[in-house]
């Protein structure tokens, strides 16, 4: 009889994991407070447009190893995948969704359960929130039940894969609790396994994400001071990136994702020890505004003007919009009276009406380009025949310069005071 597992959340993460046990030998209930996510997996509808992940779960579905539910069932491995969003005016992390399910979990917990969490989470949220509330079923964390820390580390778009080779970090209460996990993430994943305490394992994931964020901070500030100097700062990296010990990212509209965007706030959320990773942040946060007053500049003396986003997904060729700078860039906009026309060939639903990129440009005063999606970098000036003035910020270096040069299409890139076409 196949260990049962049930996983709570799923979502990018929750879902994908589900698939790959359920596939390598495991029984899993997947457990949703989404009722519309559960009813369309019961029958069979795949709700996340992730590569690789419909056959396994088709399969898994087909053969009875996979089965979406709205209760918690009792089961011999728990794993929380819930979402941990950032409450904005605190920025602090949201965990009630953690706390939902740690409850949910107390309610059928036996001896001899594990308990794995994959969501991110501020450090000390296993010792101090999930830990005891599991104790409250009377079982004693260590020796009774077991509790490990599995944080993820998939990129959408390429998470089926990632999490088959990705190495990953378990921190873990005592050996039992590695070892049982650490089998049961080697039946999918190829990656090696790390052993640690469970507040490094939290630290951990926080602390390769913070390390991101400072590092497109600082290619963004690299932008703004390459446009007070009249050089070009795509050209600048590329230069400096031939060094073999520099790899300096690129500058962009802003941090979107609901990790990168998020993750240093948890990590700094209860320490007075921080400054460089909230000063990374700031300047993050500071790119949609420093990318409108671009806009506003260029349309400055025209009336009722319209404005042309290309890109509203938070990076380039997903469809998750979560945190996407764009929407931000959008909200000034409206704000500031600008008509606004939304295009992105890969997502399906926002709160703004989408249309394809001819409707978009058509009458358009101001073409700015924020997701660097595949489709953008093939763009000529043919495709902006349709605007009434012939303007492009380019946010992402996609403009192919030399296709634009003899054109009477203007195209201002982020961060390059060299080269205004
Ligand atoms: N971005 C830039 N410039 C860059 C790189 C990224 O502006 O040079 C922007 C992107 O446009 C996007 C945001 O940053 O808006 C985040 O994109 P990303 O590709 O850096 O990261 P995510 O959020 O898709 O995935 C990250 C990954 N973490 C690391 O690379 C350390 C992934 O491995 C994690 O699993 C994921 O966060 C997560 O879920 O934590």
Redo the contacts with the bound molecule.
């Keep these: 009889m196949s260990e049962k597992i049930c996983v709570l959340g799923l979502g990018y993460?929750g879902l994908p994991t589900a698939a790959l046990l359920a596939v390598n030998g495991y029984s899993v209930v997947g457990v949703d407070v989404d009722k519309e996510k559960v009813n369309a997996l019961q029958k069979g509808e795949i709700i996340i447009d992730e590569p690789g992940l419909k056959e396994p779960l088709k399969e898994a579905i087909k053969y009875g190893k996979f089965v979406a539910k709205s209760e918690i069932e009792e089961a011999d491995v728990f794993i929380i995948a819930v979402p941990t969003p950032l409450i904005k005016e605190s920025k602090k992390a949201e965990l009630k969704y953690v706390k939902s399910a740690s409850e949910m979990i107390k309610s059928v917990i036996k001896k001899g359960n594990l308990v794995v969490l994959e969501s991110?989470v501020p450090p000390n949220t296993c010792k101090n929130l999930i830990r005891p509330i599991l104790e409250q079923s009377g079982l004693k964390a260590g020796n009774d039940f077991l509790i490990a820390h599995c944080p993820?580390?998939?990129?959408?778009g390429t998470t089926m894969d990632?999490l088959k080779n990705n190495d990953r970090v378990i921190g873990a209460i005592n050996d039992e609790a590695y070892n049982k996990t650490k089998k049961l993430y080697s039946s999918f994943c190829k990656g090696n396994m790390y052993k640690t305490d469970l507040t490094t394992a939290e630290c951990c994931?926080l602390m390769?994400?913070t390390?991101?964020d400072i590092?497109?901070a600082i290619?963004?500030e690299y932008a703004r001071i390459a446009e007070t100097l009249g050089i070009n700062v795509w050209e600048v990296i590329e230069l400096a990136n031939k060094h073999p010990r520099a790899n300096i990212?690129?500058?962009?509209p802003?941090?979107?994702?609901?990790?990168?965007?998020v993750?240093p706030w948890f990590l700094i959320g209860n320490t007075s020890a921080a400054n460089l990773t909230k000063v990374a942040r700031e300047i993050n946060e500071a790119m949609p505004k420093f990318v409108f007053n671009k806009i506003e500049k260029q349309v400055e003396n025209v009336k009722d003007a319209t404005i042309s986003i290309l890109g509203v997904a938070?990076?380039?060729d997903v469809d998750d919009v979560r945190e996407?700078?764009a929407i931000e860039i959008i909200d000034l906009c409206k704000k500031q009276g600008f008509d606004v026309k939304v295009n992105d060939p890969y997502v399906k639903k926002i709160e703004y009406q989408l249309v394809n990129l001819e409707e978009c440009l058509k009458n358009s005063d101001c073409a700015v380009i924020i997701?660097n999606h595949k489709h953008y970098y093939k763009l000529t000036p043919e495709n902006f025949k349709g605007m009434k003035n012939k303007i492009i910020i380019d946010t992402r270096n996609c403009i192919d310069r030399k296709k634009f040069e003899n054109s009477d299409v203007k195209v201002i890139t982020l961060g390059d005071s060299k080269n205004i076409v």
Excluded: Q, W
């Excluded at 990212?249 to 962009?252: C, E, F, V």
């Excluded at 802003?254 to 965007?261: E, M, P, Y």
């Design positions: 993460i991110t993820e580390r998939a990129m959408p990632e994931k390769e994400n390390f991101r590092s497109i290619a963004n990212l690129s500058p962009g802003g941090v979107g994702g609901h990790c990168i965007a993750d938070y990076k380039a996407s700078p997701t």
